[in-house]
Every structure is written in C-alpha cells, then in structure tokens.
C-alpha cells in the first residue's frame, strides 16, 4: 500500500484558515485522496475526497496539483470544534484495505 | 453514526476471557470492518467482510476472530483476551464503490468499545 506522510501536529487560533498538507509520492493510478476527522474517542468520520485539481465542499477544500504526490487539506476559518485529529488516505476503487497512519492532530487555540 | 451502533461501550474483562464485541448497522451497506486503535496512535484494521461469505483478515488478525451472522451484523471475538488488546475497538461499514469508479466509497464508524483487559 502506499504510504502517506503528514505533519504530527499543528496549531493555529480560531478565525484562521488552516493549511495540512500530505505527502504521498508513491500514489498509485487509481488511488483517491481521502481525508477523515477524529475527535477523541469518536470514530473517523468522513471529510473529502479528490483524485486531482480542487475539491471543494460544505466543510473543507481539498488542493491536489497535477503530479498528484502530495495534496493539501484547507479547513476555512477553524473554530475550537475543529480540533482533531486529521487523516490523509488513499483508497482505490478495489479498496481491500485502509491504512490511517497516525494522522495530524490539530489543536486550534481562542 | 447512529446507523452504526456497538455492543458493549464500555468492557473490563480479565485475561483469558473470552470476549465478543458486537456490531449492527441500519445503513443496508454490505462491507463491515473492524479497527483497533491504541492511544495516540492511527486505526489498524482487524478483519474486514466484503459480504457475508466474504471474511478477510486485516493488518492485526492474530488474537482475533470474527463472525459475520447476516448483512448487517459482524462480531469480533477474542478467543483469550491478554493485557496488549487493552484498546479502542472501532466497526466501520461502507457500501460498494459507486458505478463508474467516480470515487470510493466512504466508511461510516461506529461510536467505538472501549475494551480493558487486567
């Protein structure tokens, strides 16, 4: 499987927008990127999912440039409630299994 | 996710017990899975059922056994539960890709077990 890499952590303050970029150089043709949220002691649950150029939806924007080996997670003005620990994935179509790394863990201050 | 639901919450039990950790779902999906995951640390997957006669192990099977009784049950079973599976227990389902390979599909969590084996 291929293998992503993303900050352990990252902080930033209510209002502001937030930037978590992952790294997958080893993408695969018919890997999606798939980011979920975790908040503590909650399953991951489900935030976007790209396969090239920019997504875009209710919560989050999801920036992936044309050599697809890295792709970048834009949470728009964060609020405490955006804390959490966030995951990069990829998942191809077949999907026999889900790798979720140890993710980054954003703490977003008052 | 309410559609996800698992039995018990919360789980002591003492080693060499057997234990069964339960998972129901209302979403009609056909594939089930279950994760573990330790503090601080990602989900690892256990086992994963792509239909009922469809059982495959994941990344941490030993120790572990699983039982898929219909479409929208899968339980987990440790034969003789040890300290080290003191951890957060996870059930997932997800529904088969949508057509035309637009995208996979997304897995829906359960609430989580926490199991402490002493």
């Known amino acids: 499987l291929a293998k992503t890499t993303q900050p352990i952590s990252m902080d930033s303050y209510e209002g502001q927008e937030v930037n978590i970029t992952c790294s997958h150089n080893?993408?695969?043709?018919?890997?999606?990127i798939t980011w979920y949220q975790q908040f503590p002691s909650q399953g991951p649950r489900f935030i976007i999912q790209?396969?090239?150029t920019k997504v875009t939806n209710e919560v989050a924007s999801l920036f992936i440039p044309a050599d697809r080996k890295s792709s970048t997670l834009s949470l728009p003005r964060v609020s405490l409630s955006d804390t959490a620990v966030y995951y990069c994935l990829l998942m191809d179509t077949g999907r026999r299994a889900l790798t979720f790394g140890s993710g980054t863990r954003l703490q977003v201050q008052p | 996710d309410a559609d996800v639901t698992q039995t018990p919450r919360n789980r002591i039990t003492k080693t060499g017990k057997r234990i069964m950790l339960e998972c129901s779902q209302t979403?009609?999906?056909?594939?089930m899975y279950w994760y573990r995951q330790d503090p601080g640390l990602g989900l690892q997957l256990i086992y994963y059922?792509?239909?009922?006669?469809?059982?495959n192990k994941g990344e941490i099977s030993d120790g572990y056994s699983v039982s898929r009784q219909a479409q929208a049950k899968f339980s987990l079973s440790l034969e003789s539960a040890i300290p080290n599976q003191t951890a957060l227990y996870f059930c997932?389902?997800?529904?088969?890709?949508?057509?035309?390979?637009?995208?996979?599909?997304?897995?829906?969590f359960g609430p989580g077990t926490r199991l402490t084996v002493l």
């Open positions: 080893n993408i695969a043709t018919n890997d999606y």
């Open positions: 059922s792509f239909d009922v006669k469809d059982i």
């Open positions: 790209g396969y090239k």
């Open positions: 979403k009609g999906h056909d594939r």
């Open positions: 997932a389902t997800s529904g088969a890709p949508t057509s035309g390979g637009a995208g996979t599909d997304t897995q829906y």
